[in-house]
C-alpha cells in the first residue's frame, strides 16, 4: 500500500483519487471546494477542506509523509507552482502535476515537479498512435522517452519462442506479456521458452523510437 495527496478534485483529480483509493492505498484529498470534498469523504482516507497554497494546511493534513502527490489544479499555474514548492519544502518524495499546456509545465519542472501531465494531450497522442498506426491496438507513454505499446505479433515471430526470436537485443524492447486471440490467457513476464502462437498480441516496453521501428516489422 502507498500512500497518495491529491490536491484539486475536478475530474480529473477526483477521478485519480477514486482509482488509488480503490487500489487499496491510502489517500488524502484535499480541495477548497466544500462539495467536491464532501463527495470523496468515503472514498477517500481522508478530505480535508482548505488551501494548499498554504503550507500549514499541507503540513496539518500529513502530505509531507505521503510518498507521491498529485497536484491537479491544471488551469491555475500560479497556484500549482505555489503548491508545488510547498510540497517539496515538506519533502513530498514524488510530485505530479496537471498542466494546460506547455508553458505550464515547463515552469511546474522548473520548480520541482517530477512529472508533469497534459492530459489532453497525452490522450490525443495516444488515440492518434493507436488508430493511425497499422499494429498498435494501444499505446501510452510514460515519459518523453518511454512507452508501452500493445500490438499485433508480426507474422515472422508466430510459432517462435521469444529466446529465438531475443527481441530484446535485435530491438531493444521489453516483451512484458503475450495475450492469446480469444483473451482468455495472459502470460505475464514471459519467458525464453514462452512460443508466439498465431493471433497473439504483445505488450511490449521500450523507448519511442524502438517501438516505432518494431510495429513496421
Known sequence: MKSFIVIGLGRFGSAAAQELYEMGHEV????RNEEAVNHLANRSTHAAIGDARELEVLRAVGAGECQCAIVAIGEDLAASV???MNLKDLGCRQIICKAQNEMYKRALERVGADRVLIPEREMALRLARSLGSRSFLDYMEFSDEYAIAEFEVPKSWVGK???SLNVRTKHQVSILAIRSQDGKQTRMS???DDCIEKGDTIMVMGKN???QRLQRL
Open 28 to 31: 488524502i484529498v484535499v480541495d
Open 82 to 84: 505555489l503548491i508545488t
Open 161 to 163: 519462442s521469444l529466446k
Open 190 to 192: 514471459p519467458g525464453g
Open 209 to 211: 523510437q524502438n517501438l
